[in-house]
């Protein structure tokens, strides 16, 4: 709604005066308040909302969509942290909460770019798999995923579609670890510690997740740890797109955007690809997703500290 | 444009609205747990005319999540007119006119106001229909959820097509012709609607029955799905084009302070 500062440049004797400003609170002691109430609130959720234990694979897609209600925990627990802490609720400046959305200066770019960078990488990563492991080409395996042929030509359009209007559980992680989470952490420790150290925190935010499946399923070697740690490398590759969206467009909404399309599964080759044909379907799988996501980050990469 | 949205939702009794739909969602999550833990027994169970045996205060917690979520719908439908006459009431405009505020932004406030809300209201009903289809198991009141929530994006993308007709009027006549016009033209739908009931072929009405449109739902993915894709393209759209009237409309009433 106004212009927006970067998240990142301010001087550390600016944060002590914003601090002292805002209260007696510093970032590291806001930052410790919303961790701790997203994890707490959103580990109970998953508790509560699966009372006989199921894996991921076992429920039906409706009680997987109640479990997923748990993403809107980080944004609810944002705005109780600013409450507790009383920094109020800036569109701009320091403490901005990135609700906004601003489409002045060019920003609209970074809404186009969550749009299609989600069907990009997801395509990419499905050719990889495929070249990595030929074997798993299913010229009908749609038909068992039960798709119409015709319908999975506008499935990327579809995905992106229910990515904007079904943004608001992406924006409920998005609200907490974009708007407010990686701020914090990039004023305390810098952009580079903190891309990975946020990555390292959102994955393990979906260790109870992982735990029962999701993602990656139960039958994998070194269930569920190896599952928690690559969730964490996924987490801090996607995570740099985010952070980067977020931080050019001034508003967690693209990243929101992005998110919901991600997880929509914007690919028309996912209907061709069958991981069942292979032995190695959790490593080619995920190989071909980190460096699919990659491709994507190091660009990005490259954009933000040539500008810097 | 904060403060204009802000001055919206105080006009709409936001806050009350928003106590009154998290008290309901807070509700509807408890009864659906409870529903969990306790054991359905004979009486609570019904067929239907397939012979699929479903429990009763299940459905029934999915005819109160849709009623409410039509209840919403026409909720919105009424604010068009309340935020209009909430500026010509407090007399806005000549304040607005000493404000750095140009007539584009004003118009564009409460567009985008009225697009915050079916945002927020149509991600609330996908929440309900979440939370009461949470724990069902495949049968007739999933298949009826489903339905529900296929047809919920279309039914919401109503409420900006609405919205794009009644703006430019409420603009250009202001809220009393606005909402005479409106009346208006509902009245003579609805004369329309009981003379066909009168005089019309009610054998149509026959051929209308929940469990062939969750068949032909189910027949008619892909349609379904387009339907999802396109409705919203189109009701955005016009959105646009109706704001862009209302620009002009509103541009050509009186000059502007830039």
Redesign the interface.
């Known amino acids: ?2 212009n927006v500062k970067s998240l990142h440049h301010a001087h550390p004797d600016e944060n002590i005066r914003s601090s002292r400003k805002a209260g007696t609170y510093t970032d590291v002691q806001r930052l410790l308040i919303y961790l701790g109430l997203t994890f707490v609130t959103t580990f109970l959720w998953y508790f ?2 699966n ?1 006989d234990r199921s894996t991921w694979e076992d429920m ?1 897609q ?2 997987q ?2 479990i997923a ?1 748990g993403m809107v925990f980080p944004v609810i627990c944002h705005v109780l942290t600013r409450v507790i802490t009383k920094e109020g609720f800036n ?1 701009s400046g320091d403490d901005n909460s990135y609700f ?1 959305i601003v489409f002045k200066d060019g920003k609209w770019k970074y809404f186009l770019l969550a749009f299609l960078l989600p069907w990009f990488y997801s395509e990419a990563g499905n050719l990889i798999e495929l070249a990595l492991d030929p074997v798993r080409y299913d010229p009908e395996y749609y038909i068992s995923l039960g798709i ?1 042929k ?2 999975l030509f ?1 499935l990327p ?2 995905a992106i ?2 990515g ?3 943004s ?1 559980a992406a924006f409920g992680e998005e609200g907490g670890w974009r708007g407010y989470m990686m701020p914090k952490l990039i004023r305390i420790m810098g952009r580079g510690r903190a891309l990975i150290v946020g990555g390292i925190i959102w994955g393990l935010w979906h260790a109870p997740l992982t735990c029962i499946g999701h993602n990656f399923g139960t039958d994998y070697p070194g269930f569920p740890y190896l599952g928690i740690l690559c969730m964490c490398l996924m987490c801090i590759l996607l995570g740099i797109l985010l952070t980067f969206i977020t931080e050019k467009s001034g508003s967690v909404w693209p990243a929101a955007i992005m998110h919901a399309v991600n997880n929509a599964g914007p690919s028309i080759l996912q209907g061709y690809v069958n991981p069942e044909k292979s032995d190695a379907s959790f490593s080619i799988g995920m190989i071909s997703l980190l460096i699919s996501v990659a491709i994507v980050v190091i660009p990005v990469m490259v954009i933000w500290y040539k500008k810097k | 444009m904060g403060g204009l949205l802000y001055k919206d939702f105080i006009s709409i009794n936001g806050k009350s609205v928003v106590r009154v739909l998290s008290v309901f969602t807070v509700l509807i999550i408890i009864l659906r747990l409870i529903l969990v833990f306790v054991t359905p027994s004979k009486d609570w169970l019904v067929e239907n005319d397939k012979g699929e045996v479903f429990n009763f205060f299940e459905a029934l917690l999915l005819i109160a999540a849709q009623m409410l979520a039509w209840v919403l719908v026409c909720y919105i439908e009424m604010w068009i007119p309340r935020i209009i006459k909430n500026d010509e009431k407090g007399k806005l405009h000549n304040f607005l006119s000493a404000l750095p505020v140009s007539k584009r932004a004003y118009i564009a406030s409460k567009y985008v106001f009225i697009g915050i809300c079916v945002y927020a209201s149509f991600s609330l009903c996908l929440v309900w229909n979440v939370i009461v289809s949470a724990f069902l198991d495949e049968g007739y009141v999933l298949d009826l959820i489903m339905l529900c929530q296929a047809f919920s994006l279309p039914l919401f993308c109503m409420i900006l097509f609405g919205a794009s007709v009644e703006f430019p009027v409420f603009v250009a006549f202001g809220k009393e012709k606005g909402q005479m016009i409106k009346t208006g033209i509902l009245e003579s739908l609805a004369m329309l609607a009981v003379g066909y009931l009168f005089f019309g072929d009610l054998n149509v009405f026959e051929k209308i029955d929940i469990d062939r449109i969750v068949a032909w739902a189910d027949t008619h993915s892909f349609a379904l799905t387009l339907i999802s894709v396109i409705s919203p393209l189109i009701a955005l759209s016009l959105y646009y084009i109706s704001y862009r009237i209302s620009v002009h409309i509103y541009e050509g009433k009186e000059r502007d302070y830039e």
């Open positions: 709604m106004s509560i909302a009372p039906g409706m009680r969509s109640f209600l569109f906004g119409e015709r319908l506008i359009a579809a579609v229910t904007i209007v079904g608001f």
